[in-house]
């Protein structure tokens, strides 16, 4: 019997958009000349003594698995670490897990705690897996849209008229991609009080704290009554410029750690042995490397926000991340439309904000983690673009 198309692929896979960042990678790919602001990776090269540190292991012999959970003088690290930055104690031995990059970490956090059916409420504009993986686990993604006017952030009485009896979490994202907005500690104790009284769990995503420009960045997991309740996603790949070494953590209360260890074991056994001597050392010697690539991100954010909103593109000054998240909708196209036109005529290459969810339609998302020539020339094209558009 001839079997019927996608007839053995799951509905769940099937119905999965691919994701829109990917349409615009692969028409730049095919295009000489092109400047792509799309991709959200640091271009520094990873610090010297960090390779050094894996290159090093290698020689040492150290080819092995390490305990599931990584190795234990990295997790002592990562607790010495969560402590001195952020204010909030783990047991290293209890508390935390070594993943394959912080996309892993969300993966196993959501299938740990969702069952079939419970709503997770996800702020949008938000990066774009975190939909799918919710959807993945089995969960309900109940979307929130975030305002220009109030700078992106989540308001305490939109996340409450959000809650149902079938919600069980809440994922946030700070300094946020693509917009870039960082939740202080006045916003996250506001989200903090609606997330108590409704009993939910907090997945906080911070793989982008280390890149918070004008404030201290603040883990929703250090203000009372919230680390028992919040699993808090990190990593090694914006901060410390780590992204193809796919290296990040999870820290929680014991009990959910224990049930994520659990799907990490059988998906994964444990991150690359030497990807987590380079993340030891990173963390141990890598903090002066660190704050130069900070200083020079914050002089090409104030460089190009400023360029943009010259080019007539209005747009705020994000607090972090590397992205700069301006409104297109002075030009009267779509955010599709000006991103593709944008490549085709001037080879620029930005992703569309609709692909961050409704709340990004009108806007661009730009990364200005590429060098300043490349700001300045791709500058030069917006400008051109406008213009003419």
Not at 8 to 16: D, E, P, T
Not at 107 to 120: K, M, S, T
Not at 351 to 357: E, L
Request: glycine share 8%; hydrophobic share 40%.
């Amino acid at each position: 019997m001839k079997m019927q198309k996608n007839s053995f692929i799951s509905r769940s896979v099937h119905n999965l958009k691919p994701s829109g960042i990917r349409k615009f990678f692969d028409l730049a790919a095919n295009m000489e000349g092109v400047i792509s602001l799309g991709v959200g990776e640091p271009d520094f090269v990873t610090s010297w003594t960090v390779r050094e540190a894996a290159i090093l292991s290698l020689e040492q012999g150290y080819t092995s698995y390490t305990a599931n959970a990584g190795l234990i003088e990295l997790r002592e690290s990562i607790s010495s670490y969560m402590s001195n930055r952020y204010d909030v104690q783990y047991n290293p031995k209890e508390e935390i897990i070594v993943t394959v990059g912080a996309s892993q970490a969300l993966d196993i956090a959501l299938r740990a705690i969702v069952d079939p059916g419970d709503e997770v409420i996800v702020v949008e504009p938000s990066f774009v897996s975190y939909v799918p993986l919710v959807q993945l686990a089995g969960g309900v993604a109940v979307t929130v849209e975030t305002k220009p006017e109030n700078g992106f952030k989540l308001l305490p009485e939109e996340l409450e008229a959000a809650i149902t009896p079938k919600t069980k979490a809440i994922l946030l994202c700070s300094p946020n991609n693509p917009t870039g907005t960082v939740l202080g500690k006045a916003d996250l104790q506001a989200l903090a009080k609606v997330v108590r009284e409704h009993d939910l769990v907090v997945l906080s995503d911070e793989i982008y704290s280390e890149l918070s420009y004008d404030e201290q960045h603040v883990s929703i997991a250090s203000l009372e009554g919230m680390k028992e309740r919040t699993i808090v996603i990190n990593g090694f790949s914006k901060g410390f410029a780590m992204t193809g070494w796919r290296l990040g953590f999870l820290c929680a209360p014991a009990d959910i750690t224990n049930a994520m260890l659990k799907i990490h074991q059988y998906t994964m056994m444990c991150a690359s042995t030497p990807a987590q001597y380079a993340a030891l050392e990173a963390l141990e010697n890598g903090m002066d490397d660190l704050q130069e690539m900070k200083r020079s991100y914050r002089h090409r954010r104030y460089y190009f926000v400023d360029s943009l909103n010259e080019a007539g593109l209005e747009c705020k000054t994000p607090g972090g991340a590397f992205y700069a998240f301006p409104s297109i909708k002075s030009t009267g196209l779509t955010s599709e439309e000006f991103a593709e036109k944008l490549l085709l005529e001037e080879k620029v290459a930005v992703v569309p904000g609709n692909v961050f969810g409704k709340g990004g339609e009108g806007h661009i998302r730009c990364s200005y983690a590429s060098s300043m020539e490349q700001l300045q020339e791709a500058i030069k094209r917006i400008k051109r673009f406008t213009h003419n558009n």
